[in-house]
C-alpha cells in the first residue's frame, strides 16, 4: 500500500498543537499533508478511510513493553506482543531488557532489532541493562549497547542497590547522552512483601511493600541525577511521596522524570480484598473511573491478578498519581506490559509473579481517569503517550508534520466495550480488567502508512 487517506477525523497533534477536523494523507510510508479537502491530492489508487467522528493522532508510545523474547516465549513472543500492542492503538513500543538472557550485550541488541524487523507488526525500540545480567553487581558495557542501537538503559524488574554503582552508571550514560530509566525498590526496606503495607495487608495476613521502599531509591536517583546531569526516568511510580519528591526536583530543574501506569491511578489494594469502594459514583453519577455504564465486574480475595510490583497502593496514593499526571509532574503514561503463563498466577498470592498484562487496555483507562473525568485535555492524554516519550527518548516519533514517518491511530474515546479474553492477542491473559467496561478505543492503528489492525466499527475502502 503506498497511498492512504485519512478523512473527516479530529486531528489531534501536540506536538504541533493542531486540534482541528481535517484529512491526513500519507504516501509511501510517511505523511504528505495535513489539511482541509485533501482527496483530490490522493492518488486514485489510495486506500481511503472515512475518520468522521473519530480522532486522528500520532502513533501512541509505549516506552515500558516485556516482550519477553529472548528465552520466555512462553509468557510472549515478538509477533504477539507487536500485535497486542497494534490492538491497543500502538505504534511503538520500548522493550525491557530482563530476559534469558539479559540484553547487556551489543549481540543480544541485534538478535531483538532482527527478530522485531522480521516478526514484530509495530516499531520496536531496545533498552540496555545497566548492569551485566541485572546483577547489580557490574556495569554492562554502556558504549557498545548505544553503538547496538539501544534508546536507554534500565535494570527493569531489579533495581541497582549499590548507590555508587548507580552513579557511576549515570555518569557512563551521560557521556552517551543515554536516558536511565529506573525500577525504583530498596530490597532492605521492602524485603519479601507481596502488597502495599497498609491495613488491607493487615487484615489480609500477607506481608508488606512499603511505600517508602520506592521512595528512597525516588530521592537517591533525584540526588545522582542532581550530582551527574544525566537525565533519570523513575519508572511505574505508584506513591505520594515520590510523586512529590520529582515534583519538588523538577522544580529546582533536576534533570528527573517520571512514568505511570493505568492500574495505579485506577486500582487500589483494596481491590485484592474484593473490594469495589473505587466503583462508587460521584454527585454527577457519573463512575470514578469515568466509565458511565455496565455492570460492575467481581473478582475473590487474593485474586493475584492484582499482583504487580510496585504493588497497588492507598487510596490517597492513587490520587496523588492522578494529580501528579494532570499538574505535569509525570509526563509519561505506559502500560509495564509484564506477560505471564496461566500456570503461573494460578498459585497462592504470596508465589505468583508479580505482573500483568496491559497494552490493549492502557489507552481506556487512561482515558476514563484522565479524560473523561476533565482532569486533563484529550490533547494533554494523547501527548502522554506521543510527545513525551518521543522527547524523552529522542525518538523520530510522535507527529504528524508533513515527512514524518505515518505512524497514526485512530481512536474513539467514547467508544464503549467490554473488556473480554477474545480481544486480546498477547499469549497471556493476567490481566485483572477482564469483564469490566470501558470507554475509549483504538480502532485502526497504522504503521510507516500501512495498516496493521483495524476494528470492524471503521472501515477501509
Not at 485519512?6 to 501536540?14: I, K, Q, T
Not at 524488574?157 to 554503582?165: A, M, R
Not at 454527585?283 to 466509565?291: E, F, P
Not at 507527529?399 to 480481544?423: R, Y
Request: charge should be negative; proline fraction near 5%; charged fraction near 20%.
Amino acid at each position: 500500500m503506498n497511498s492512504l487517506l485519512l478523512s473527516g477525523g479530529r486531528v489531534v497533534d501536540p506536538a504541533s498543537g493542531l486540534d482541528a477536523v481535517a484529512d491526513v494523507l500519507i504516501k509511501d510510508g510517511k505523511i504528505a499533508a495535513v489539511g482541509k479537502n485533501l482527496s483530490a491530492q490522493a492518488p486514485p489508487d489510495a486506500t481511503r478511510l472515512d475518520a468522521s467522528g473519530k480522532v486522528v493522532c500520532p502513533g501512541l508510545i509505549d516506552l515500558h513493553v516485556h516482550l519477553r523474547e529472548p528465552g520466555q516465549s512462553a509468557k510472549e513472543t515478538m509477533a504477539t506482543g507487536t500485535k497486542s500492542a497494534a490492538r491497543g492503538g500502538f505504534t511503538s513500543i520500548v522493550c525491557m531488557p530482563n530476559t534469558s538472557p539479559a540484553i547487556d550485550n551489543a549481540g543480544t541488541v541485534a538478535l531483538i532489532r532482527e527478530k522485531a524487523a522480521r516478526e514484530g507488526v509495530v516499531n520496536v525500540f531496545v533498552t540496555g541493562a545497566i548492569t551485566k545480567g541485572i546483577a547489580g553487581e557490574e556495569l554492562a558495557p554502556i558504549g557498545s549497547l548505544k553503538s547496538a542501537g539501544v534508546v536507554a538503559i534500565t535494570d527493569d524488574g531489579h533495581c541497582v542497590q549499590n548507590n555508587d554503582l548507580m552513579r557511576r552508571a549515570l555518569e557512563y550514560a551521560k557521556m552517551f547522552d543515554l536516558p536511565v530509566m529506573d525500577h525504583c525498590q530498596d530490597y532492605s526496606l521492602v524485603t519479601d512483601g507481596v502488597m502495599h503495607e497498609g491495613y488491607w495487608s493487615t487484615a489480609l495476613g500477607l506481608r508488606g511493600w512499603p511505600a517508602a521502599g520506592e521512595d528512597m531509591i525516588v530521592a537517591r536517583n533525584i540526588l545522582l541525577a542532581e550530582n551527574t546531569g544525566c537525565h533519570v526516568h523513575c519508572q511505574h511510580l505508584s506513591s505520594a511521596r515520590s510523586v512529590h519528591l520529582l515534583r519538588e526536583a523538577k522544580k529546582r530543574g533536576v534533570r528527573i522524570s517520571g512514568e505511570a501506569c493505568p492500574h495505579h491511578f485506577v486500582l487500589t489494594d483494596a481491590a485484592i480484598a474484593g473490594s469495589e469502594t473505587f466503583w462508587e459514583k460521584d454527585g454527577a453519577g457519573v463512575y470514578l473511573n469515568g466509565a458511565a455504564k455496565g455492570a460492575r465486574p467481581s473478582w475473590p480475595v487474593f485474586d493475584t491478578h492484582f499482583k504487580m510490583n510496585p504493588p497497588l497502593r492507598s487510596a490517597a496514593d492513587r490520587e496523588a498519581i492522578l494529580d501528579g499526571l494532570a499538574d505535569g509532574t509525570i509526563e509519561v503514561l505506559c502500560s509495564d506490559h509484564a506477560p505471564h503463563c496461566d500456570y503461573e498466577k494460578q498459585v497462592e498470592f504470596d508465589y505468583a509473579p508479580f505482573g500483568i498484562t496491559g497494552l490493549e487496555t492502557e489507552l481506556a483507562l487512561s482515558l476514563m481517569q484522565l479524560y473523561h473525568t476533565k482532569r486533563l485535555g484529550l490533547a494533554d492524554v494523547i501527548a502522554k503517550y506521543t510527545t513525551a516519550p518521543a522527547q524523552l527518548l529522542k525518538l523520530n516519533k510522535g507527529t504528524l508534520a508533513v515527512g514524518a514517518d505515518a505512524d497514526v491511530t485512530v481512536l474513539d474515546p467514547g467508544h464503549e466495550w467490554v473488556f473480554q479474553p477474545v480481544d486480546t492477542a498477547s499469549k497471556s491473559a493476567n490481566s485483572p480488567f477482564y469483564g469490566w467496561p470501558l470507554k475509549g478505543r483504538a480502532l485502526a492503528t497504522i504503521v510507516g502508512g500501512k495498516i496493521v489492525w483495524q476494528d470492524g466499527a471503521i472501515a477501509a475502502s
